[in-house]
């Protein structure tokens, strides 16, 4: 499992959602700002008292590892698992890869080094049977070697995987974008992407108080989801001086209808490549 931030109270919140903090393998952070990274140190001291053995994998700006060290210092108590701290310096890069999916970072434009995240589904062609079989391959072993990528040699033939795959096959991608003011590079870092997390922090009528404390307008967070053609637009970070997403939320369908504000729980579903579906709590 991955978590992107880690805010004051997300122990308490992943306690009402009902989600083990022992299921996450990796925490990405975003930028230093406290609200973004205050939840460490309880996540960090619970995992240890909960007798995680595993690693944990925390990535974020320059400063991370400092951070860290700190960390360790609050309080009276051991960890007995090894926290691995990844510093981003690379802007654009793949900074995970696994078998089945990719993380990337983006730089943004903040007050301080702030970084977005793009998650991407790797998706293997599919596999041609009929091709296979008209090549002599007995289904079998064989058949998993080529669709893994690996070339296979019958009677002195090599047969290579591209010979019995499909195209490549788009897989399903988000991105989350952090504490950011609009940036053309955002643009270019969620084109097509099944899910935009993006900051929208204040109404248009306080866009000088946005610009001036490094945030987005929901207006501005709607135009980069259009430019950027994402299927689902879902807005955070709103300023505590609003009651209620209504004023925001407005403005934003105005130019992008497809958006919506997050809220404490809410589960999003992507299914089958373009297909966003949103579970509200009470569903």
Do not use: W
């Amino acid at each position: 499992m991955l978590l992107l931030d880690c805010g004051e109270a997300t122990q308490k919140q992943m306690m009402y959602a009902q989600i083990s903090p022992m299921k996450i393998d990796d925490i990405y952070i975003t930028h230093l700002h406290g609200d973004h990274i205050l939840g460490l140190p309880g996540i960090i001291q619970s995992l240890a008292f909960r007798g995680r053995t595993r690693p944990l994998n925390i990535y974020g700006p320059e400063g991370i590892d400092e951070l860290l060290e700190h960390i360790k210092k609050l309080g009276f108590y051991s960890i007995n698992y090894e926290i691995i701290t990844h510093s981003i310096t690379d802007d654009d890069s793949v900074i995970y890869r696994q078998e089945d999916f990719i993380v990337k970072a983006k730089r943004m434009k903040h007050t301080v080094t702030d970084y977005a995240y793009m998650i991407e589904e790797i998706r293997q062609p599919k596999f041609l049977k009929s091709k296979a079989l008209e090549l002599n391959i007995p289904p079998g072993p064989l058949f998993g070697q080529l669709q893994a990528g690996r070339e296979i040699t019958i009677d002195g033939v090599t047969i290579k995987p591209e010979q019995v795959l499909g195209p490549p096959r788009q897989g399903v991608k988000m991105v989350f974008s952090g504490d950011t003011m609009p940036h053309e590079s955002m643009v270019d870092f969620a084109r097509d992407v099944d899910l935009l997390i993006h900051e929208a922090t204040f109404s248009k009528k306080y866009a000088d108080k946005a610009v001036e404390n490094g945030h987005t307008i929901a207006e501005d967070a709607a135009k980069i989801a259009k430019k950027a053609n994402v299927e689902q637009l879902i807005l955070t970070h709103i300023s505590n001086r609003y009651t209620d997403s209504d004023e925001l939320l407005d403005e934003a369908k105005a130019v992008f209808e497809n958006t919506v504000y997050a809220h404490d729980f809410m589960k999003v579903v992507i299914e089958n490549k373009k297909a966003v579906r949103i579970i509200n709590r009470e569903q």
